[in-house]
């Protein structure tokens, strides 16, 4: 029973990790970068539905739903204005860039007076509730987690086969120049995708923070969802998810097996072993170069 | 202008190209000779924290800058320098002892790394290095017997053979010893085969294999030169502080190496110094700027941190070459003068290369 709960806590978690690292798949797929600001921007989201919930009064859900769309326009822009004009350059330089993009959420939010240095509670209707399922203790919490991110997999799923935009963007992950000859405008739908991926890790944040509270350094969580993406395979939009759930339930299970400290460092064993012995992920594809 | 006509091989490798350069660089080796009597001991120590920023900094910059590898765990190596040294002075071994030991073990360490780097390349060798970064870190805190946790360790002062470097002047000349040969044995390095194999894997991995260069041998060989040079940096650093506890060298520290190397230079050895000289004086600046700021901005707890990245991201837009290279730009400007163009120094845009393909 004790297993099963740890299981449950560690699949919640584990869908945090996934959201984020979807959100790292999906522009690694589409645009071959790598953004290391992701953490930063699932902040910023659970930072503004705080705001939209408590400074503007607005009910939850509508509070969450603005929160989301207003991370997508900010990562349209982000990709805008920072991004497309290095796009092109080793990945180094992104890397770098989405770092000090990072560092820059970070201290604007620090600077607010009395609300940056803060830790905060989201107020959300389902606080405190539990389930109990024949003995099993399960919080709502946790359950809207897990629920969210199903219906958010079924959705992107459903964008990715059936819609022309979804079809598009597939195109274009694929073969880049391939889908610019085809007409599929390339450029448009990077920003597309960096939008995708704002409001995804918005949604992280917003789903996150009833368990954890809202801070500045929530971003850090972001960190581990790296482990998440490199064990499904770092360009398998299923294999984030899984993955984020492999990462979650280990984290979970050696936080109560294992002796103090393995907690913190267990995703990161993993994604070592990870490279070590199967460097493309549980997902990923095997292609090899043509010189 | 200057025109240099290369007579013979040796002219082509020598490491002062001309007569200028013998000069400015001697004068510079000498203000750095007589700066415990023309500086206050306050910016003596500054200067130490310098050159003790260029050495770490010239480690980062052979993997990162001249290998092409990227780590974003180099911390840990400054770490595994800093504990070693600090664990062995302890034990009352001397300092040169002390200091080779920690920089063998910072090497090895970097050896171990090095293994899946050898397999993964680009954004994994990121994530390898990351997590070790964290894993390293976590024993850090949590070997408590060796390392005394969280509650950090103390650093006695060197000792070398008897003769002990208490002041801030003795320790000053230590560093600056160290940095100098340092910075030969990398500016060697680079001129040698060795060097010119690790820039053409940076160049093209696969045209370095054609031209029979082993990949694995050389990207562990950088690896490991780099883990040395950035231990020896951790090992100094430790001595400066005095004390040392497991969250100093915490991704903050390995991002604030690469933020050295990229502001500086990517893939310059001036780069190194100008980089380290920049993280030095940044927090001073913004020290001083604080109060010709309004309240609301100049007493925010985040202001460095923005300052930070809106630093990192102004470079990595406009001046991908770094210090080093807006140096570069304005030299070219008045040795061609009026014949400077725009694009001169315009980055190459190529459509997106996969790296998924390996």
């Known amino acids: ?291 | 202008m200057r025109f240099l006509f290369k007579t013979s091989y040796e002219q082509d490798i020598a490491l002062a190209k001309h007569g200028g350069q013998r000069f400015w660089y001697g004068a510079l080796l000498a203000a750095l000779l007589l700066a415990p009597w023309i500086f206050p001991e306050y910016w003596l120590a500054q200067i130490s924290f310098v050159l003790i920023y260029s050495i770490a900094g010239l480690g980062l910059m052979l993997l990162a800058g001249f290998t092409g590898q990227v780590s974003i765990g180099h911390a840990a190596f400054m770490g595994v320098g800093a504990y070693t040294q600090a664990v062995l002075t302890g034990m009352g071994w001397p300092f040169p002892v002390a200091l080779a030991a920690a920089t063998a073990l910072s090497a090895l360490i970097g050896v171990v790394v090095s293994v899946p780097a050898l397999r993964v390349k680009g954004i994994y060798l990121g994530i390898a290095t990351l997590a070790f970064g964290f894993i390293v870190e976590e024993v850090f805190a949590r070997w408590e017997s060796v390392t005394g946790g969280n509650a950090g360790i103390h650093f006695k002062a060197p000792n070398l053979f008897g003769w002990k470097l208490d002041t801030s002047e003795s320790f000053y000349y230590l560093c600056l010893v160290l940095c100098v040969a340092i910075t030969l044995g990398v500016l060697n390095l680079l001129r040698s085969p060795t060097g010119r194999a690790f820039v053409a894997i940076r160049d093209s991995e696969i045209s370095a294999q054609s031209m029979g260069i082993h990949l694995a041998w050389f990207k562990g060989l950088a690896f490991a030169i780099s883990a040395a040079v950035v231990g020896v940096a951790g090992a100094l650093y430790g001595h400066k502080m005095g004390f040392i506890s497991p969250d100093q060298f915490s991704l903050l520290q390995s991002v604030e190496l690469l933020l050295l190397v990229v502001v500086g230079g990517l893939g310059f050895v001036h780069g190194a110094f100008l980089g380290a000289i920049f993280i030095i004086s940044m927090p001073q600046i913004i020290a001083l700027a604080k109060d010709f700021l309004p309240p609301a901005i100049g007493q925010a707890a985040g202001l460095q941190g923005m300052v930070f990245g809106i630093v990192l991201v102004v470079f990595v837009l406009f001046e991908p070459m770094g210090l080093y290279g807006r140096w570069l730009k304005v030299r070219t400007w008045f040795q061609l003068f009026p014949f400077y163009r725009k694009g001169m120094f315009k980055r190459q845009k190529s459509f997106t290369k996969s790296d998924r393909l390996k």
């Open chain 1, 1 to 291: 029973m004790q297993f099963l709960q740890l299981v449950i806590s560690g699949i919640a978690q584990g869908c945090i990790y996934g959201l984020i690292a979807l959100g790292f798949v999906l522009i690694y797929k589409a645009t071959e970068t790598v953004s290391f600001v992701q953490g930063d921007l699932m902040m910023l989201g659970a930072f503004l539905g705080l705001g939209a919930v408590t400074a503007l009064g607005m009910p939850f859900w509508i509070a969450v739903l603005s929160a989301v769309l207003a991370m997508g326009v900010f990562g349209l822009l982000l990709e805008r204005l920072l991004i497309r004009p290095i796009l092109g350059q080793p990945q180094f330089t992104i890397v770098m860039l989405t770092i000090g993009i990072g560092y820059i959420v970070r201290g604007v939010i620090t600077m607010i007076p009395n609300i940056g240095t803060e830790t905060h509670t989201l107020p959300v209707p389902y606080k405190d509730m539990v389930w109990n399922l024949a003995g099993l203790i399960v919080s709502i919490e946790h359950v809207v987690i897990i629920a969210s991110t199903a219906i958010l997999c079924a959705l992107l799923y459903a964008m990715f086969r059936y819609s022309t935009i979804g079809i598009a963007m597939q195109a274009t992950s694929q073969n880049q120049l391939a889908a610019y000859y085809m007409g599929i405008p390339v450029k448009r739908l990077n920003g597309l995708v960096w939008a995708l991926a704002s409001a995804v890790a918005a949604l992280a944040g917003l789903l996150l923070a009833p368990i954890t509270f809202v801070h500045v350094n929530l971003g850090y969580i972001g960190l581990k969802a790296f482990p998440a993406a490199v064990v499904g395979g770092f360009g398998s939009l299923p294999g984030a998810i899984i993955g984020g759930l492999i990462i979650g339930v280990v984290e979970s299970l050696s936080g109560f097996y294992l002796p103090d400290g393995f907690k913190d460092i267990a995703p990161y064993l993993v994604v070592l072993a990870m490279l070590w012995f199967k460097p493309n992920g549980l997902f990923g594809e095997k292609l090899r170069k043509k010189v």
